[in-house]
């Protein structure tokens, strides 16, 4: 079983930066993939960013390639999405997602989902 904490949203002006933080809990997150998703209102849930079990590799949505990048601190149990460059169309809410393989991640099965942290990019 994996507890996933979303952190690090919040209200930021168009240009802005933000880091999310994921903290999960148990021993094997280490042997999870790990991913963003966001929903904005009225919009479906939608892929951001993934990574491997080892951070070797990663995957990025268009939108938000070249601007957010993920990475992992197994150590710490913490997944990280960092955003620059923020536009008011990433305001949404963000979820990670934890799933056995990079290729459920990426298929949007992971087996464990967050309650989400919400980010606000004002124009």
């Known amino acids: 079983q994996v507890q996933l904490v979303e952190s690090g949203g919040g209200l930021v002006q168009a240009g802005g930066s933000l880091r999310l933080s994921c903290a999960a809990s148990g021993r094997t997150f280490s042997s999870y993939a790990m991913g963003w998703f966001r929903q904005a209102p009225g919009k479906e849930r939608e892929f951001v960013a993934a990574i491997s079990w080892s951070g070797f590799s990663t995957n990025y949505a268009d939108s938000v390639r070249g601007r957010f990048t993920i990475s992992r601190d197994n150590a710490k149990n913490t997944v990280y999405l960092q955003m620059n460059s923020l536009k008011p169309e990433d305001t949404a809410l963000y979820y990670c997602?934890?799933?056995?393989?990079?290729?459920?991640?990426?298929?949007?099965?992971?087996?464990?989902w967050g309650q989400g942290t919400q980010v606000t990019v004002s124009s």
């Open positions: 997602a934890a799933a056995r393989t990079l290729r459920a991640v990426l298929a949007g099965s992971s087996d464990y």
